[in-house]
């Protein structure tokens, strides 16, 4: 570990304890002492303050911290964060325009936020847009300001046909994208699918690459029309506006499988629906894209979410069965709950 790396570290753990006591003036004096300590604004934006916002998902995935701590955690990050930038000299060298978005329905703007900052480091001018961008109003922001790229963010795949339109409309008044974000895959295949003309795995890459080779502007209007081909047969239009029904269906199957359900209160109830509803809502994902291993990779971390909090995995598997009941006539359904029951059912078997 070099002496940056190991600094940063040192106040990432320093940072880490207030935003996880909610102790906001701890957490500015922990970023403040990290620019002292002569980290460069970069690198208390991505190695303090971003590597404490990773391991806020991380230590909430298992239950090593509350809902509420991890609300708390996250609105201190946002706030050390305008600490940082205001005091950072900016580059006299000046570059593009970027506009940096999340994509509609992403209310998970802190990624996007960074890389903003970050690239006003770097000498661009930027247009931070925030969380839960509707398409309609990107695309009159995008008339109005005329920027070279457009930086689209998303963490949660379900977003992944809203992105899909907003990359198409981006494309259409001739400014390029370049998609970031847990959403699309940690490969960025998913980026790719949705023809995006770039994709960053992080901020540093992202602000690399669009100073290293910047975006050309798109020659077309939309994609060909066969981009998604899998979409003609309708299995995704289908799972989609059906949602609601499939999930009284299945709640239902299971009140009848496991009887203690009956007895639940309404919050339970409520709980459980609100997880059947997401159960759904990634098949119809990963039949837009065409990809099984989306709905098998939400369907394994979400297990072992439910293994932390003593829940055993395998407590999904009537579900995805009392699922696959309900669409026996969709082919590709079919084959992706077979994949997901049987990933799990490898998950939970004896050792």
């Not at 961008?133 to 990107?138: A, M, S």
């Amino acid at each position: 570990m070099d002496d940056v790396t190991e600094r940063a570290a040192r106040h990432a753990n320093r940072l880490w304890d207030a935003a996880v006591d909610a102790d906001e003036h701890a957490a500015t004096a922990a970023v403040l002492e990290a620019l002292r300590d002569g980290l460069d604004g970069e690198s208390v934006l991505l190695d303090v303050i971003g590597a404490v916002q990773r391991r806020v998902g991380v230590e909430w995935a298992a239950n090593n911290i509350t809902v509420a701590q991890e609300h708390a955690a996250t609105a201190i990050n946002e706030r050390v964060i305008v600490t940082v930038a205001r005091d950072l000299p900016r580059p006299t060298e000046r570059r593009g325009r970027i506009t940096v978005s999340c994509v509609d329905g992403e209310w998970h703007a802190l990624p996007a936020r960074l890389l903003a900052e970050v690239l006003m480091l770097r000498g661009f001018r930027v247009d931070y847009l925030g969380a839960q961008v509707p398409t309609p109003h990107l695309i009159t922001h995008l008339h109005r300001t005329g920027p070279d790229a457009v930086a689209l963010s998303g963490s949660l795949a379900t977003r992944l046909p809203s992105a899909h339109a907003t990359i198409t409309a981006c494309q259409a008044t001739g400014v390029p994208v370049i998609a970031g974000g847990a959403a699309f895959g940690p490969d960025g295949r998913w980026a790719r699918l949705l023809g995006a003309d770039a994709w960053a795995p992080d901020a540093r890459a992202a602000a690399d690459r669009l100073i290293a080779d910047p975006l050309p502007r798109p020659q077309r209007a939309h994609q060909p029309r066969d981009a998604l081909p899998h979409l003609a047969d309708q299995e995704y239009t289908m799972v989609n506006r059906s949602s609601p029904q499939l999930v009284r269906a299945v709640y239902a199957g299971l009140e009848d499988r496991v009887p203690g359900m009956r007895d639940y209160t309404d919050l339970q109830r409520q709980y459980t629906a609100e997880d059947l509803a997401h159960i759904v809502e990634f098949l119809a994902t990963a039949l837009y894209a065409g990809d099984a291993s989306l709905f098998t990779t939400f369907l394994t971390w979400t297990a072992d979410i439910l293994a932390a909090r003593g829940v055993p995995g395998a407590t999904l598997l009537p579900a995805l069965e009392l699922l696959a009941g309900e669409l026996r006539d969709f082919p590709r359904a079919t084959a992706v709950l077979t994949e997901a029951r049987d990933a799990l059912a490898v998950e939970n078997a004896p050792a």
